[in-house]
């Protein structure tokens, strides 16, 4: 009845940033009755979001989406006339939109960090794929009914952590989640700790030498398990707050790992 109007979501940054991010385009979609589309093959991701979640919201465009850019690059867009079809360099490459506002142009481009601090809209509107959540149980198996969650993203902040904590750790089995391997090969000596992800890192930046469809299912896997622990000690990293804020959210947790919800 109507040529509909979209706003395209290349977000930035690491997971949790993409995920705040992916809210602000949302809501922009929302608000100003716009179809979003989220691109996440343009940075580190490099695979759809969809490969990892249902997402249920008529807001929310889920099929092919090389096929609706064909058809839509020609509409009117902000920024200008953005190659939605041969962009590759978006890595290095923001655009802005003032999301207090409408745009007269038929496609508007977000690809920046989100501003929204909660993740808990995002995981609100989606379901695991069936191969997250297998992939989550069989980690899950591994770990008795009650168990400790720790984050550390580095190796540096270890002793801190330890001289506060080591106590509360002592006689009790630990998760350990770090993109660090001398914090998990520490916790490993240390305490009676697992780890199920393998994310070896450069510089404590980029991963390296990694199958990306298993370093993005570990990533998401790590976080639902920290979410999952009877405690959870952590640092201020975003992924870690985001961890916490799905701890102190036992119905959306449950909601998300229970099997009748892995669904299309």
Known sequence: MYD???VVSFPKGGFISMIRSINDAYKYAV???RVLII??????FKESIYDYFFIHSPHVYVGDI??????IQP???YPKQVDLIGVNDLDDRTFNINLD??????????SHFGRDESIRSFFELVSLKPEIYKSYMIARDRLPSSY?????????KVDEFLELRRQLLKDKTVFIASPAKEVVDRFKKEFNALSFSDVPYKNDEEPVGVDNHKYN???IVDLLLLASSSELYCGSTSYCRAAVELHEDPVLLKRLLTESFVKD
Do not use: A
Not at 66 to 71: S, T
């Open 4 to 6: 509909p109007k979209y």
């Open 31 to 33: 608000k100003y009755n």
């Open 39 to 44: 691109d996440c093959r343009k940075n580190w």
């Open 66 to 71: 090389n096929f609706l850019y064909k058809k």
């Open 75 to 77: 509409l009117s867009m």
């Open 101 to 110: 506002r409408d745009y007269d142009e038929q496609i508007v481009i977000y």
């Open 148 to 156: 400790v969650g720790v984050h550390i993203s580095n190796i540096n």
């Open 217 to 219: 299912t570990d990533t």
